[in-house]
Structure formats: structure tokens, C-alpha cells
């Protein structure tokens, strides 16, 4: 099993910037992927960003793209995901995700295995 834990959300206004972190621990040798999903009130959970764990291919959400950089460390087995130019539209609950059979990039909620229990982000106007 793999475990995973998100800290470092909170409250932030329009424009700042807030680096998210996922500590994994257990049989992180099994993982392909990584990623961060992030759901708000009311909609379904959505595909924000990935990263091939033993690679440097790294994918993102449209909406994302050009203000969120994901990256990894190895060493400590830590995912991140560093937001900038925070919109109030980024408010929602940020989780990371672990792919361990896949083998292969996906936005697919049902393509990983293993779930955060999530951290709030919440961006003001």
C-alpha cells in the first residue's frame, strides 16, 4: 500500500501564490504516476497536474497551465505542486494521487490507486 498526506493549503488572496505538498510512505516503489485533483463545492473532482514519478514528464490541466509547476522529490518522496497567480477559482480541496498499475500518464480519477485526504484551498477576490 501506498499512503499519502497533503499539507499546505490555506486561506490566500487573489494573485498570491501557495505550495502544496504530498509526503508518501509505504511501497512508494510502486509508483508510476502522480498526480493532483482538486474538487470544488458543488462540482465533481477534476485533473490538475501530473508527474511520472521515475521521469520528468510532467502534465496539466489547461486551466492550469503556465501557474502551476509540479514537481517531485525522490529523496524524501514528496509531491508538490506550486500555485501562482491564484485565482478565486482555484478555491477547492487539492488531492494527491498515486498511480500504481497503470504504468502510464492519466487524468482519470479511476486511474489511481491511492488517495490524500486533501487540503483546502481557499483564494479570496
Known amino acids: 500500500q501506498v499512503h499519502l498526506a497533503e499539507s499546505g493549503g490555506g486561506l490566500v488572496q487573489a494573485g498570491d501564490s501557495l505550495r502544496l505538498s504530498c509526503a508518501a510512505s509505504g511501497r512508494t516503489f510502486t509508483m508510476y504516476t502522480m498526480g493532483w485533483f482538486r474538487q470544488a463545492p458543488g462540482k465533481e473532482r477534476e485533473f490538475v497536474a501530473a508527474?511520472?514519478?521515475?521521469?520528468?514528464?510532467?502534465y496539466y490541466a489547461d486551466s492550469v497551465k503556465g501557474r502551476f509547476t509540479i514537481s517531485r522529490d525522490k529523496a524524501v518522496n514528496t509531491l508538490y505542486l506550486q500555485m501562482n497567480s491564484l485565482k478565486p477559482e482555484d478555491t477547492a480541496v487539492y488531492y494527491c494521487?498515486?498511480?500504481?498499475?497503470?504504468?502510464?500518464?492519466?487524468?482519470?480519477?479511476?486511474?489511481?490507486?491511492?488517495w490524500g485526504q486533501g487540503t483546502q484551498v481557499t483564494v479570496s477576490s
Open positions: 494521487a498515486a498511480d500504481t498499475t497503470l504504468g502510464s500518464y492519466s487524468a482519470r480519477i479511476s486511474d489511481y490507486d491511492y
Open positions: 508527474i511520472r514519478w521515475s521521469g520528468s514528464s510532467t
